[in-house]
């Protein structure tokens, strides 16, 4: 996720990091379906709820936001619910943060999500 926020932004540039998860593709490429295990239901019951988080977690991208969002996800049984994805974005700022530099610093509330 890193590589993609703009190089040489402005002061005061916003960026919406935009992501796409299928939970199955997502579970599939973190090696916690395929021998043995056939599907997302298995998946979970089989593997803890931490790796479960780290894996959609990874699939949205790095830092605490992508964390928390997968906590939501996954102790709001939205994968329980019969959802197989989620798409959604958040909105960051590049401004001077509280050790005087530059930085892209997450605005609170820009989050959006929406489960299909």
């Given at each position: ?11 005061g540039?916003?960026?919406i ?15 916690l ?14 593997y803890?709820?931490?790796t479960?988080?780290k894996t ?22 939205k ?25 892209w ?12």
């Amino acid at each position: 996720m890193l590589r993609s926020f703009p190089s040489n932004p402005k002061p005061g540039q916003t960026y919406i990091h935009r992501y796409d998860v299928n939970y199955e593709e997502a579970f599939r490429h973190a090696g916690l379906i395929g021998y043995g295990v056939t599907g997302i239901s298995e998946a979970i019951a089989k593997y803890s709820p931490s790796t479960i988080i780290k894996t959609i977690a990874g699939a949205i991208g790095a830092g605490a936001f992508a964390v928390t969002l997968a906590q939501q996800i996954f102790y709001n049984n939205k994968i329980d619910q019969g959802y197989i994805g989620v798409r959604g974005g958040a909105t960051y700022k590049w401004v001077w943060n509280n050790d005087m530099i530059y930085d892209w610093i997450y605005i609170q509330g820009s989050s959006w999500r929406e489960y299909y």
